[in-house]
């Protein structure tokens, strides 16, 4: 799997992910922990809010970016992202209304939403064989995996020392350090071949490529249960860890890193796992994992106690939900490589980045809004969308027989949207 990282410009741009995402991850913890001071047992509403705010603004800001800056230097796109970024990490800790929140978010996360889609489709540019990209796919998975579990352990050291406040300003460093290691890359040039002209051309592309190719039309299914299960973790675990169990806040850091430690254990073996098995029957394995972990959710939360022996169980079920989230998330993005061309690469990851997070527009209310008056009918509501979304993605594979294709689906072409 490190053997990708002998290429400079792929080992600059996964050292940045890497520092961006520790300072994601102080905020994920900080941001939690401030709606908790606002809002007290109600922070699951505002998370849930705010999270539905991020959603909105990636689902709608993201396709139209992404056809602005399209032909742009990434470089100068990636960079700008940052420094946008973090500005706003430095306003958080100043936030005393929960409007402000609501406001800050929706900016940063618009900033997300051109940074992320466009760093990666820059990937498969840089290690163009088809295993290498794959060892890529598992290492930046685990450098996700590694976040959510280091990320909250730092953030627990830090929480004896300093107040929450101070972990935005890591946030901060993570965000300057990209920036940093972006700028000094030797990125890919622009994409030859036929060009998208115009901005209206542009903007509705990744979508007829999703309409199009039957893999990602499996790949659109598979996101709704990832985004059930993963609703339940970001959106609750400051309420379950707080609220439900009466602990610290270092109890919500190590809740979730047990969803990353779990994420973790499966990022290491999707290489093998893939070339053994394929994509698409991980995939489907991955679902089942997650409506499992949503029904030992369900069972967890209506028997949960503030005993520490719930606790554990609920650790547990969050491991359970991070397995199945990275057997799903981990090698889904070998479909959107080999369903695009390099042309129109960065629209379909801006496609799938936009879609992807439209479910989360679903699954965030349910688990915040729901969850505020009952988390285990949030659960079981949440169950309910995994079960009939994972049900539905692997019949279409069946009936598609997808899982056994090993040929690569045709990518769209962008000549006939070009002229």
Known sequence: MLQVLRNPTYAKLFSAQVVALLGTGLLTVALGLLAFDLAGAAAGLVLGTALTIKMAAYVGVAPLIAAAVDRLPKKAVLVSADLVRLAIALMLPLVTEVWQIYLLVFILQSASATFTPAFQ???????????????????SRLAYDLESLLSPMIAAVLLTVVSYSNLFVGTALGFTSSAVLVLVSTLPGSATGPTIATFWQRLPLGVIIFARTKT??????????????TALVLVNSVVYARSVFALDAAALAITLASYGAGSLIVAFNVPWLVARFGVIRIMITGMGFVVAGLLAAVIVTASASSSLAGWGWLLATW?????????????SARLLADASTPADRNLVYTAQFALSHACFLVTYPIAGWIGASSLTVAAIVLLVVAITAAVLASGFAIRQRLYTKNEKPVAASTEIDAK
Do not use: H, K
């Open 216 to 229: 990602l039309q499996f790949l659109l299914l598979t996101n709704v249960v990832v985004a059930a299960g």
């Open 121 to 139: 489709s820059l990937i498969p540019s840089i290690l163009p064989e088809s295993r290498d990209y794959t060892r890529a796919l598992s290492l």
């Open 319 to 331: 491991a359970l939900l991070g397995m199945g989230t990275s057997l799903v998330s981990t090698p």
